[in-house]
Protein backbone atom coordinates (compact mmCIF):
# COMPACT_ATOMS: atom_id res chain seq x y z
CA UNK A 1 0.00 0.00 0.00
CA UNK A 2 1.17 3.45 -0.53
CA UNK A 3 1.00 6.22 1.70
CA UNK A 4 -2.24 7.70 0.44
CA UNK A 5 -3.34 4.41 1.05
CA UNK A 6 -4.35 3.50 -2.79
CA UNK A 7 -2.47 0.61 -4.06
CA UNK A 8 0.71 0.89 -6.44
CA UNK A 9 0.84 1.18 -9.66
CA UNK A 10 2.69 -0.89 -12.08
CA UNK A 11 5.35 1.11 -14.36
CA UNK A 12 2.82 -0.21 -17.28
CA UNK A 13 0.29 1.56 -15.53
CA UNK A 14 2.07 4.48 -15.29
CA UNK A 15 2.81 4.61 -18.84
CA UNK A 16 -0.54 4.01 -19.72
CA UNK A 17 -2.05 6.86 -17.26
CA UNK A 18 0.83 9.87 -18.80
CA UNK A 19 -0.82 8.71 -22.23
CA UNK A 20 -4.24 9.73 -21.12
CA UNK A 21 -2.92 12.97 -19.24
CA UNK A 22 -2.64 16.47 -21.07
CA UNK A 23 0.45 17.09 -19.60
CA UNK A 24 1.72 13.39 -19.63
CA UNK A 25 5.40 13.06 -21.46
CA UNK A 26 5.69 9.66 -23.11
CA UNK A 27 9.03 10.15 -25.39
CA UNK A 28 8.13 6.80 -27.27
CA UNK A 29 4.90 7.99 -28.02
CA UNK A 30 6.00 10.64 -29.13
CA UNK A 31 7.94 8.99 -31.62
CA UNK A 32 5.87 6.68 -32.91
CA UNK A 33 3.33 8.83 -34.89
CA UNK A 34 5.95 9.71 -37.06
CA UNK A 35 6.91 6.07 -38.38
CA UNK A 36 2.97 5.79 -38.46
CA UNK A 37 1.64 9.00 -40.32
CA UNK A 38 3.72 8.52 -43.47
CA UNK A 39 5.10 5.42 -43.68
CA UNK A 40 6.84 6.37 -46.89
CA UNK A 41 8.20 9.41 -45.22
CA UNK A 42 9.83 6.64 -42.29
CA UNK A 43 11.26 4.47 -44.93
CA UNK A 44 12.92 6.35 -46.94
CA UNK A 45 14.43 8.21 -44.39
CA UNK A 46 15.35 5.08 -42.68
CA UNK A 47 16.78 3.94 -46.23
CA UNK A 48 18.67 7.01 -46.34
CA UNK A 49 20.49 6.67 -43.06
CA UNK A 50 21.42 3.03 -43.94
CA UNK A 51 22.87 4.03 -47.28
CA UNK A 52 24.17 7.17 -46.57
CA UNK A 53 26.08 5.45 -43.59
CA UNK A 54 27.58 2.63 -45.42
CA UNK A 55 31.13 3.73 -46.97
CA UNK A 56 31.95 0.16 -47.86
CA UNK A 57 32.04 1.48 -51.88
CA UNK A 58 34.17 4.28 -51.47
CA UNK A 59 36.06 2.54 -49.43
CA UNK A 60 36.57 -0.23 -51.43
CA UNK A 61 37.15 1.98 -54.84
CA UNK A 62 39.95 3.92 -52.42
CA UNK A 63 41.75 0.92 -51.64
CA UNK A 64 41.77 -0.27 -55.06
CA UNK A 65 43.31 3.48 -56.71
CA UNK A 66 45.56 2.98 -53.51
CA UNK A 67 46.79 -0.53 -54.73
CA UNK A 68 47.51 1.20 -58.62
CA UNK A 69 49.22 4.17 -57.28
CA UNK A 70 51.52 1.67 -55.57
CA UNK A 71 51.62 -0.27 -59.10
CA UNK A 72 53.32 2.66 -60.81
CA UNK A 73 55.47 3.17 -57.78
CA UNK A 74 56.62 -0.93 -58.01
CA UNK A 75 56.74 -0.09 -62.14
CA UNK A 76 59.13 2.96 -61.65
CA UNK A 77 61.67 1.19 -58.88
CA UNK A 78 61.45 -1.74 -61.15
CA UNK A 79 62.44 -0.05 -64.12
CA UNK A 80 65.79 1.92 -62.99
CA UNK A 81 63.72 4.65 -60.88
CA UNK A 82 67.13 7.19 -61.98
CA UNK A 83 66.96 6.85 -65.55
CA UNK A 84 62.69 7.91 -65.40
CA UNK A 85 63.28 10.43 -63.36
CA UNK A 86 66.08 12.16 -65.62
CA UNK A 87 64.42 11.38 -69.15
CA UNK A 88 61.21 13.42 -67.29
CA UNK A 89 63.44 15.80 -66.30
CA UNK A 90 64.89 16.56 -69.30
CA UNK A 91 62.06 16.89 -71.32
CA UNK A 92 60.37 19.31 -68.89
CA UNK A 93 59.77 21.89 -71.29
CA UNK A 94 58.45 19.26 -73.63
CA UNK A 95 55.82 17.89 -71.16
CA UNK A 96 54.59 21.00 -71.31
CA UNK A 97 53.94 21.09 -75.05
CA UNK A 98 51.96 17.49 -74.11
CA UNK A 99 50.00 19.33 -72.32
CA UNK A 100 48.97 21.91 -74.21
CA UNK A 101 48.41 19.59 -77.29
CA UNK A 102 45.85 17.79 -75.53
CA UNK A 103 43.47 20.48 -75.73
CA UNK A 104 43.19 19.42 -79.28
CA UNK A 105 41.46 16.05 -78.48
CA UNK A 106 39.82 17.87 -75.81
CA UNK A 107 37.99 20.29 -77.76
CA UNK A 108 36.93 18.12 -80.46
CA UNK A 109 35.26 16.11 -77.67
CA UNK A 110 34.05 18.74 -76.65
CA UNK A 111 32.41 19.86 -80.14
CA UNK A 112 31.75 16.14 -80.52
CA UNK A 113 29.36 16.05 -77.02
CA UNK A 114 27.80 20.01 -78.53
CA UNK A 115 26.73 18.43 -81.89
CA UNK A 116 25.03 15.37 -80.28
CA UNK A 117 23.28 17.89 -78.28
CA UNK A 118 22.62 20.60 -80.67
CA UNK A 119 18.98 18.73 -81.24
CA UNK A 120 18.15 20.00 -77.78
CA UNK A 121 20.59 22.82 -76.81
CA UNK A 122 22.14 24.88 -78.55
CA UNK A 123 24.97 26.39 -76.77
CA UNK A 124 28.54 27.76 -77.46
CA UNK A 125 31.52 26.15 -77.59
CA UNK A 126 33.34 27.19 -74.46
CA UNK A 127 30.30 25.69 -72.08
CA UNK A 128 31.04 22.37 -73.31
CA UNK A 129 34.75 22.71 -73.47
CA UNK A 130 34.59 23.40 -70.12
CA UNK A 131 31.76 20.69 -69.21
CA UNK A 132 34.33 18.18 -70.76
CA UNK A 133 37.29 19.71 -68.89
CA UNK A 134 35.50 18.91 -65.36
CA UNK A 135 34.16 15.34 -67.01
CA UNK A 136 37.87 14.16 -67.90
CA UNK A 137 39.44 15.78 -64.80
CA UNK A 138 37.08 13.98 -62.22
CA UNK A 139 37.56 10.63 -63.95
CA UNK A 140 41.34 11.27 -64.17
CA UNK A 141 41.68 12.64 -60.50
CA UNK A 142 39.03 11.85 -58.42
CA UNK A 143 39.26 8.42 -55.93
CA UNK A 144 36.65 7.83 -57.72
CA UNK A 145 35.54 4.76 -60.68
CA UNK A 146 35.73 6.55 -64.12
CA UNK A 147 32.07 7.04 -64.57
CA UNK A 148 31.77 10.06 -61.84
CA UNK A 149 33.02 12.68 -64.24
CA UNK A 150 30.39 11.91 -66.97
CA UNK A 151 27.54 12.80 -64.58
CA UNK A 152 29.48 15.80 -63.11
CA UNK A 153 30.14 16.90 -66.82
CA UNK A 154 26.03 16.74 -67.16
CA UNK A 155 25.64 18.62 -63.88
CA UNK A 156 27.71 21.52 -65.23
CA UNK A 157 25.69 21.70 -68.71
CA UNK A 158 22.47 21.87 -66.39
CA UNK A 159 23.70 24.56 -64.33
CA UNK A 160 24.48 26.72 -67.48
CA UNK A 161 20.52 26.32 -68.72
CA UNK A 162 20.47 23.07 -70.77
CA UNK A 163 18.03 21.77 -68.01
CA UNK A 164 18.39 18.31 -66.24
CA UNK A 165 16.21 16.26 -68.84
CA UNK A 166 18.42 17.53 -72.06
CA UNK A 167 21.73 17.37 -70.13
CA UNK A 168 21.36 13.60 -69.03
CA UNK A 169 20.47 12.07 -72.44
CA UNK A 170 23.25 14.14 -73.96
CA UNK A 171 25.46 12.80 -72.06
CA UNK A 172 24.38 9.09 -72.52
CA UNK A 173 24.45 9.40 -76.11
CA UNK A 174 28.16 11.73 -76.39
CA UNK A 175 29.08 8.20 -74.46
CA UNK A 176 27.78 6.06 -76.61
CA UNK A 177 29.37 7.52 -79.06
CA UNK A 178 32.63 7.75 -77.98
CA UNK A 179 32.52 4.05 -77.02
CA UNK A 180 31.62 3.24 -80.76
CA UNK A 181 34.18 5.43 -82.33
CA UNK A 182 36.99 4.34 -79.54
CA UNK A 183 36.04 0.58 -80.89
CA UNK A 184 36.69 2.25 -84.93
CA UNK A 185 40.03 3.95 -83.25
CA UNK A 186 40.91 0.17 -81.60
CA UNK A 187 40.03 -1.45 -84.94
CA UNK A 188 42.50 1.01 -86.95
CA UNK A 189 45.03 0.09 -84.21
CA UNK A 190 44.85 -3.49 -84.91
CA UNK A 191 45.33 -2.90 -88.79
CA UNK A 192 48.30 -0.88 -88.18
CA UNK A 193 49.40 -3.11 -86.14
CA UNK A 194 49.53 -5.95 -88.78
CA UNK A 195 51.20 -3.62 -91.28
CA UNK A 196 53.90 -2.98 -89.12
CA UNK A 197 54.35 -6.34 -88.07
CA UNK A 198 53.02 -6.43 -84.33
CA UNK A 199 53.99 -10.17 -82.98
CA UNK A 200 52.05 -12.20 -80.11
CA UNK A 201 50.04 -8.74 -79.25
CA UNK A 202 48.05 -9.43 -82.12
CA UNK A 203 45.94 -12.45 -81.09
CA UNK A 204 45.10 -11.01 -77.60
CA UNK A 205 44.24 -7.74 -79.14
CA UNK A 206 42.51 -9.23 -82.00
CA UNK A 207 40.13 -10.60 -79.21
CA UNK A 208 39.92 -7.55 -77.21
CA UNK A 209 38.34 -6.17 -80.77
CA UNK A 210 35.80 -8.92 -80.71
CA UNK A 211 34.79 -8.66 -77.12
CA UNK A 212 34.64 -4.78 -77.48
CA UNK A 213 32.62 -5.05 -80.98
CA UNK A 214 29.86 -7.08 -79.01
CA UNK A 215 29.58 -5.11 -75.86
CA UNK A 216 29.00 -2.22 -78.33
CA UNK A 217 26.37 -4.26 -80.11
CA UNK A 218 24.62 -4.84 -77.06
CA UNK A 219 24.76 -1.30 -75.62
CA UNK A 220 22.97 -0.19 -79.01
CA UNK A 221 20.52 -2.55 -78.23
CA UNK A 222 19.73 -2.14 -74.89
CA UNK A 223 18.86 1.17 -75.36
CA UNK A 224 16.40 0.40 -77.98
CA UNK A 225 14.87 -2.42 -76.04
CA UNK A 226 14.20 -0.05 -73.10
CA UNK A 227 17.55 0.67 -70.95
CA UNK A 228 16.88 3.62 -70.06
CA UNK A 229 13.21 3.05 -68.82
CA UNK A 230 14.71 1.26 -66.56
CA UNK A 231 17.17 3.62 -65.62
CA UNK A 232 14.19 6.56 -65.11
CA UNK A 233 12.85 4.04 -62.62
CA UNK A 234 16.10 3.63 -60.84
CA UNK A 235 16.54 7.39 -60.51
CA UNK A 236 12.57 7.82 -59.19
CA UNK A 237 13.34 5.44 -56.32
CA UNK A 238 16.81 7.16 -55.60
CA UNK A 239 14.42 10.62 -55.99
CA UNK A 240 12.54 9.36 -53.27
CA UNK A 241 14.69 7.33 -51.00
CA UNK A 242 17.19 10.69 -51.15
CA UNK A 243 14.10 13.57 -51.25
CA UNK A 244 15.92 15.10 -54.15
CA UNK A 245 12.86 15.97 -56.24
CA UNK A 246 15.34 16.98 -58.91
CA UNK A 247 16.05 13.55 -60.01
CA UNK A 248 12.42 13.45 -61.50
CA UNK A 249 13.05 16.18 -63.96
CA UNK A 250 14.76 13.32 -65.98
CA UNK A 251 11.29 11.37 -66.38
CA UNK A 252 11.37 10.49 -70.60
CA UNK A 253 14.99 9.84 -70.47
CA UNK A 254 14.78 7.09 -72.70
CA UNK A 255 12.33 8.96 -75.05
CA UNK A 256 14.65 11.69 -75.25
CA UNK A 257 17.53 9.79 -75.88
CA UNK A 258 15.93 8.08 -79.33
CA UNK A 259 14.67 11.65 -80.14
CA UNK A 260 18.71 12.88 -80.69
CA UNK A 261 19.27 9.56 -82.81
CA UNK A 262 16.55 10.31 -85.14
CA UNK A 263 18.79 13.57 -86.37
CA UNK A 264 21.32 11.68 -88.11
CA UNK A 265 23.34 14.36 -89.31
CA UNK A 266 23.75 15.46 -85.87
CA UNK A 267 25.03 11.87 -84.82
CA UNK A 268 27.44 11.62 -88.30
CA UNK A 269 28.99 14.90 -86.77
CA UNK A 270 29.58 13.82 -83.43
CA UNK A 271 30.72 10.75 -84.38
CA UNK A 272 33.22 11.97 -86.71
CA UNK A 273 34.83 14.96 -84.17
CA UNK A 274 35.32 11.95 -81.39
CA UNK A 275 37.08 9.98 -83.78
CA UNK A 276 39.56 13.24 -84.41
CA UNK A 277 40.04 13.20 -80.64
CA UNK A 278 40.87 9.81 -80.33
CA UNK A 279 43.47 10.61 -83.30
CA UNK A 280 44.66 13.68 -81.68
CA UNK A 281 45.51 11.55 -79.27
CA UNK A 282 47.22 9.40 -80.86
CA UNK A 283 49.21 12.53 -82.31
CA UNK A 284 50.22 13.32 -78.09
CA UNK A 285 51.39 10.42 -77.73
CA UNK A 286 53.80 10.78 -80.79
CA UNK A 287 55.04 14.36 -79.15
CA UNK A 288 55.53 12.66 -76.11
CA UNK A 289 57.76 9.99 -77.30
CA UNK A 290 59.77 12.23 -78.91
CA UNK A 291 60.60 14.95 -76.15
CA UNK A 292 61.90 11.91 -74.27
CA UNK A 293 64.21 11.39 -77.01
CA UNK A 294 62.80 8.35 -79.08
CA UNK A 295 62.72 7.64 -83.10
CA UNK A 296 59.66 5.84 -83.49
CA UNK A 297 56.79 6.77 -85.84
CA UNK A 298 53.32 8.09 -85.84
CA UNK A 299 52.09 4.26 -86.57
CA UNK A 300 53.54 2.97 -83.30
CA UNK A 301 52.14 5.65 -81.34
CA UNK A 302 49.07 5.24 -82.88
CA UNK A 303 49.08 1.69 -81.80
CA UNK A 304 50.42 2.47 -78.40
CA UNK A 305 47.33 4.88 -77.92
CA UNK A 306 44.12 2.89 -79.39
CA UNK A 307 45.65 -0.08 -77.07
CA UNK A 308 46.55 1.78 -74.27
CA UNK A 309 42.78 3.35 -73.99
CA UNK A 310 41.26 0.32 -74.66
CA UNK A 311 42.79 -1.08 -71.64
CA UNK A 312 41.80 2.24 -69.49
CA UNK A 313 38.02 1.73 -70.72
CA UNK A 314 38.12 -1.76 -69.67
CA UNK A 315 39.71 -0.77 -66.16
CA UNK A 316 36.57 1.87 -66.00
CA UNK A 317 36.63 0.29 -62.32
CA UNK A 318 39.75 1.61 -61.11
CA UNK A 319 40.20 5.01 -60.38
CA UNK A 320 41.83 6.66 -63.58
CA UNK A 321 43.12 3.04 -64.17
CA UNK A 322 45.90 3.64 -61.92
CA UNK A 323 48.94 0.77 -62.71
CA UNK A 324 46.61 -0.74 -65.31
CA UNK A 325 47.35 1.75 -68.27
CA UNK A 326 50.79 2.33 -67.49
CA UNK A 327 51.67 -1.39 -67.32
CA UNK A 328 50.09 -1.49 -71.27
CA UNK A 329 51.87 1.14 -72.51
CA UNK A 330 55.26 0.22 -70.49
CA UNK A 331 54.22 -3.59 -72.57
CA UNK A 332 53.65 -1.75 -75.76
CA UNK A 333 56.53 0.38 -75.94
CA UNK A 334 58.47 -2.42 -74.96
CA UNK A 335 57.31 -4.56 -77.70
CA UNK A 336 58.07 -2.01 -80.30
CA UNK A 337 62.13 -2.02 -78.98
CA UNK A 338 61.84 0.88 -77.25
CA UNK A 339 63.88 1.11 -73.05
CA UNK A 340 61.58 -0.11 -70.75
CA UNK A 341 62.17 3.65 -68.90
CA UNK A 342 61.42 5.61 -71.91
CA UNK A 343 58.59 3.29 -72.25
CA UNK A 344 57.60 4.23 -68.92
CA UNK A 345 58.07 8.07 -68.91
CA UNK A 346 55.46 8.15 -71.50
CA UNK A 347 52.85 6.53 -69.62
CA UNK A 348 54.10 9.13 -66.84
CA UNK A 349 53.96 11.76 -69.21
CA UNK A 350 50.31 11.33 -69.26
CA UNK A 351 50.42 11.06 -65.40
CA UNK A 352 51.74 14.86 -65.13
CA UNK A 353 49.68 16.17 -67.95
CA UNK A 354 46.59 15.16 -65.80
CA UNK A 355 48.19 16.09 -62.63
CA UNK A 356 49.11 19.97 -64.21
CA UNK A 357 45.39 20.18 -66.15
CA UNK A 358 42.95 18.57 -64.79
CA UNK A 359 43.64 19.12 -60.46
CA UNK A 360 43.73 22.74 -61.10
CA UNK A 361 40.36 22.55 -63.24
CA UNK A 362 38.64 20.67 -60.14
CA UNK A 363 39.80 23.28 -58.10
CA UNK A 364 38.35 25.84 -60.40
CA UNK A 365 35.31 23.86 -60.62
CA UNK A 366 34.46 23.76 -57.15
CA UNK A 367 35.42 27.49 -56.48
CA UNK A 368 32.72 28.50 -59.23
CA UNK A 369 30.25 26.12 -59.91
CA UNK A 370 31.11 22.73 -57.02
CA UNK A 371 29.27 24.42 -53.88
CA UNK A 372 26.21 25.48 -56.27
CA UNK A 373 26.06 21.85 -57.08
CA UNK A 374 26.62 20.41 -53.65
CA UNK A 375 23.52 22.73 -52.64
CA UNK A 376 21.06 21.47 -55.54
CA UNK A 377 19.44 19.35 -53.50
CA UNK A 378 18.63 21.64 -50.83
CA UNK A 379 17.65 23.99 -53.38
CA UNK A 380 15.24 21.79 -55.03
CA UNK A 381 13.85 20.53 -51.61
CA UNK A 382 12.61 24.00 -50.60
CA UNK A 383 11.44 24.91 -54.06
CA UNK A 384 8.97 21.62 -53.92
CA UNK A 385 7.90 22.08 -50.13
Same mark, same amino acid.
Given at each position: ???????????????????? @?P??????????????????????R???????? @???I @?? *???? /?? %??G?????????????????????????????? /???????????????????????? *????????? @???????????????? &?G??????????????? !???G??M?? =?????F??????????????????? &? =?????????????????????? $?????M????E?? %??????????????????L? =?????I???R??????? $? %????????? *???V?? $?L???????????? !???E???????????? /??????????????????????????????????????? %??????????????????????V??????
Open positions: MSRSGRPPESSAGLRSIDRQ @RGGVNPRARQEPSRHADPRSYSARDRRRIVN @RPA @RV *ATAV /VG %LALCAIIWLVAAQNADAVLNLLLGASGGILLV /VVSHFLAMGCSALGWRAAMRPLWS *AGPGIFLWA @RLVRESANAVLPVAQV &GNVLGARVLALHGAGT !LPAAGLV =DLTLELTQILFFAIGLLVLIAIGG &G =DALGWAAIGLGIAVLMGLGFIL $AQRWGFRLFTL %LGRIAQEFDWPALNALSGH =DTVLAYRDGAMARAA $A %LHLASWLFG *AGEWL $AHVLGADIGFAEA !LVMSIGQAVRTAAFL /VPGALGIQDGSILALGVMFGLPPELALSVALVKRIRELL %LHAPALLIWYLIEGRRLLRAPDAREQAS
